[in-house]
């Protein structure tokens, strides 16, 4: 699976900028904070269009990082449910396509892809009988961590353009609460994703080796 190590770099990229936009969120709240109770630096004009520049630079960091991952772990998952047939999974639900066209079906995103990726983990790691194959703590896991991340996110998105033109220093920390909670989600959304990955990647290799052998 070709696709595994991009996936890796990319979900480790997008940890690591999401570790450094939490610090910029720390760093922005401490001023907001400061500016809260009156006991703020002389120079805290400068310091907040530093910080406002910084969290300007982590959220187009993000998001770049985000859109590109998002193409190359759809090209993991086609490739991974695309492997099934070849190590002899059949009755199969869905289709490599499908495993990640349902991510973008409003509503049905939120139980169907997780669907596809239960159909890939059990046949990924018993083809022959995947049907009666056990299901994994890590994966319902992993998807209420992503369908957490995302709302939250959406709360974040919807909230930053709701803010009014002179906003108070208590909804700058509200929003910015919400921002923390959110790179929070995303690092350890990624993280249970790459377990994720790394468990089907090598459930496949080595079926793929035992029906060789066979």
Known sequence: MNK?????ILLGLSIIIDILSLGSDFYQSHLLRSILVKDYPENIIELANFSDQLQNIMGIAQF??????????G???YQAHRNLPLLGATGLKFTPASSVWWYFVPLANL??????????????HNPKNWQMSSNS?????WWCAWIIDNIVGNRVFRESFRLPDDPSISQLLNLNNTLMFSDLLGII??????LVIRRIHFAQ???ANHTIVQ
Not at 137 to 141: D, I, K, M, Q, S
């Open 189 to 194: 959304s990624a993280l249970l994703f790459i």
């Open 4 to 8: 595994t190590k991009p996936v890796f």
């Open 205 to 207: 290799q080595y079926s």
């Open 137 to 141: 703590w890590l994966l319902p896991l």
């Open 111 to 124: 139980i169907q892809p997780y669907r596809a990726m239960k159909e890939i983990w059990k046949a990924s």
């Open 64 to 73: 770049v990082v985000y859109i590109i991952t998002v193409i190359i772990a």
């Open 75 to 77: 090209m993991w998952i």
